[in-house]
């Protein structure tokens, strides 16, 4: 006979595969099948983080060190005016990211003698039908339409040669530039325990109550039960001579620990590298660890599950090492940073003294991370003047989920506020309307910009994005509503009591509205057995 | 088997065992028997499947891994009576000329063709092997005269 049957394994359910090196589990047959199943709405309902790593602030950030790449890449004759150079995003997800980045990169390149080099940013993902409802985003249209945007199959996991769909672009033969963001914490990886001097692997048991894995269950990652295994030998080698010292490496310093290795991070960087001939920028950003400080004393990972998909932390280090071992450049921020890790490493043997520079400027100090620690630190502030909230706006890039955390001081302030004041809140609606995407969120932004519009007397705008969110969601009560007090304070009286009727059929319980529509009926003499005289000082606007 | 006689329960059980990852060793015996192994944490023991194919009867035995001298017998024998008054389902036996212990538990599979269905199987091993898992070291312990039997009843907490 062999082996007995073990209780643990009885205990825990239908074992569903025994010891398998991460890297080979059937944990990213799940994964894959999560990010098969999402459609816009897993970013706009927070199902899949990306707030962070798709805001005006990072695309700013991004759009600057691009550039100094591209001056790089300039100066060392690798650039051809005659052939663009692409900006891949891996795994673009809502395409927010792709919509900031290109925005920003087209101001700055306008601004400077490269003007005259084209650059596309190609949005990708391992499934077509994921890109499709980006292919026809309104907000994309105009870069599309200019050839700034484009789109390509791409499997991180195991990307191929790409082209891209509209202008049969191949993605090769010209500096590239990578960015991922939140993907490479997605994919496989394989796990090592460091132990007295020597590395082994760690193979992965999934068990189960069933004894069938459906990755395609929305909730299959939380059937299984996951534990570890260290095997008793030393790891074998790995392949690549650079990941097998950087292990080594780690079985001379770290004592004992678990360590991830982003395999096929690595060797996605390494093909797409490859494949441009050229040097090549891969921007990174995602939870990590960033130097090998950070790799000591550390258990089993996290797999943290979100929405039924997952991740893990990156190890930046060995992506470090590796680029490091392979003669490229690799922009680390010093510190170990609270919430995201945003790397950039040139890979291609090119002096990046520029990208350097600002990447330390914008990214490594100061930047996406030190900014969300800031504000989760210090949210909500005690008490916030107008100049102060428009303060944070800009700060944050007239980003949207700023904007809605702050509409409600907005809103409070704005009435009162001086002319001056009032203007600059103007502007910023103007701004927060002008860089927003929609991802599907609930929140009705038009409708919050309107109603602040409403607050300081600027009906007819206000109107404007109304309508701009009806024609988006489709007529509401609250929109109507909102509309129909626009309209009463422009004393279009008539239309006011059409708008307000409408949001009535809608919700006849809306007890702001039946006031409203009471108020212009006595208005406009149209007694409907309830008259009641209007109220002094009429309908101010008030939150949606 | 080597007999050439239909054995549908046993047929029934030895694939169960096998598609669930047990260890199978099919031994020649006048009754239908598969051997099979299990591991606890600090334990590992040989079990038995019998089958009374014309009776419909299965029967799975576990031998329990612990010794009880000669002199701890009684005490034993006291435990397992009480422990057996807790139990749902199986039985402990001591024999006492060797100081053996067993764990069985059994079924009666009926209809005119009877066969095990894989839940059936999967009831009847894994009641009698987590019973053994559950009760083991206590059992140890004072049989070893290392705890007393009111003790071991408490920790096996049926």
Same mark, same amino acid.
């Given at each position: ?544 | ?37 299990? &591991? ?7 079990? #038995? ?43 402990? &036996? ?10 069985? #538990? ?6 005119? #063709? ?28 004072? &049989? ?15």
């Amino acid at each position: 006979m062999t082996d007995a049957k073990r209780i643990v394994d009885i205990k825990g359910g239908h074992v569903l595969e025994h010891g398998v090196p991460l890297s080979r589990s059937r944990l990213w047959e799940i994964q894959r099948s999560f990010y098969a199943r999402q459609g816009l709405r897993a970013w706009g309902d927070g199902h899949v983080p990306s707030g962070i790593t798709s805001n005006p602030v990072i695309a700013s950030g991004y759009a600057e060190v691009i550039l100094a790449f591209l001056r790089d890449c300039d100066a060392a004759g690798h650039l051809d005016r005659s052939r663009p150079v692409h900006v891949l995003e891996l795994g673009s997800g809502s395409g927010r990211l792709a919509f900031n980045l290109v925005r920003r990169l087209r101001e700055l390149l306008a601004a400077t003698t490269l003007r005259d080099q084209p650059v596309t940013l190609v949005l990708s993902d391992f499934d077509r039908a994921k890109l499709e409802p980006l292919a026809t985003h309104p907000r994309l249209q105009a870069d599309l339409d200019a050839g700034w945007l484009d789109f390509a199959v791409v499997d991180a996991a195991d990307p191929g040669e790409v082209r891209t769909w509209r202008r049969k672009q191949l993605v090769a033969d010209a500096p590239l530039v990578v960015v991922a963001n939140y993907v490479f914490d997605s994919l496989p990886a394989d796990l090592y325990a460091i132990r007295g001097g020597t590395a082994h692997e760690v193979g992965l048991t999934l068990a189960a109550d069933t004894a069938a894995l459906e990755p395609d269950d929305p909730d299959a990652l939380s059937r299984l039960r996951l534990s570890w295994d260290e095997a008793e030998d030393p790891a074998p080698p790995l392949g690549p001579p650079e990941l097998d010292s950087v292990l080594t490496r780690y079985a001379e310093v770290l004592d004992t620990t678990m360590v991830i290795l982003p395999t096929a991070a690595i060797a996605c960087l390494d093909r797409l590298a490859t494949a441009a001939r050229a040097p090549t920028l891969a921007l990174v950003s995602d939870k990590g660890w960033a130097h090998l400080r950070d790799l000591a004393g550390l258990g089993p990972p996290d797999i943290t599950p979100h929405g039924g998909g997952f991740s893990m932390m990156v190890n930046f280090d060995a992506l470090a090492r590796v680029v490091r071992a392979r003669g490229g450049t690799v922009l680390l921020p010093p510190h170990q940073p609270q919430q995201l890790v945003v790397g950039a490493f040139v890979l291609g043997g090119l002096d990046a003294t520029e990208t350097a520079r600002r990447y330390t400027d914008l990214l490594a100090e100061g930047g996406p991370d030190d900014l969300q620690s800031v504000h989760a630190g210090t949210w909500p502030p005690k008490e916030l003047t107008l100049q102060q909230a428009l303060s944070m706006l800009r700060t944050n890039r007239w980003d949207t989920r700023i904007f809605l955390e702050l509409f409600p001081t907005l809103l409070e302030l704005a009435a009162d506020a001086s002319p001056r004041a009032q203007t600059d809140l103007a502007l910023a609606v103007d701004r927060v309307w002008d860089w927003w995407f929609p991802i599907g969120e609930a929140a009705d932004i038009e409708l919050y910009l309107g109603t602040l519009l409403s607050c300081i007397g600027r009906h007819r705008e206000a109107l404007a994005m109304f309508a701009a969110s009806q024609e988006r969601r489709g007529a509401t009560a609250e929109v109507l509503y909102a509309a129909a007090r626009a309209r009463y304070a422009l004393r279009d009286l008539d239309e006011a009591l059409k708008e307000v009727r409408a949001a009535l059929d809608l919700s006849p319980a809306f007890e702001a509205a039946r006031e409203l529509a009471i108020d212009l009926e006595a208005e406009l003499g149209r007694d409907t057995g309830g008259a009641h005289e209007a109220r002094p000082g009429g309908h101010r606007a008030s939150p949606p | 088997m080597t007999t050439g006689i239909a054995t549908p329960l046993l047929d029934g059980l030895v694939a169960f065992l096998r598609d669930d990852g047990w260890p199978v060793h099919l031994s020649a015996s006048t009754v239908p028997t598969v051997e099979t192994r299990c &591991a606890s944490a600090t334990a590992e023991w040989t079990c #038995t499947g019998r089958t009374f194919e014309p009776q419909g009867q299965v029967v799975f035995d576990s031998m329990v891994p612990v010794e009880v001298p000669e002199a701890m017998a009684p005490a034993v024998a006291l435990l397992l009576t009480c422990v057996n008054w807790g139990l749902n389902t199986g039985s402990f &036996a001591l024999d006492t000329a060797t100081g053996a212990v067993r764990l069985r #538990t059994s079924m009666v599979v009926s209809g005119e #063709t009877p066969l095990l269905v894989p839940a059936a199987a999967k009831a009847l091993v894994y009641a009698n092997v987590l019973i053994v898992d559950r009760c083991l070291e206590p059992l140890r312990e004072a &049989a070893a005269g290392r705890m007393p039997i009111e003790q071991a009843l408490e920790l096996m907490d049926l």
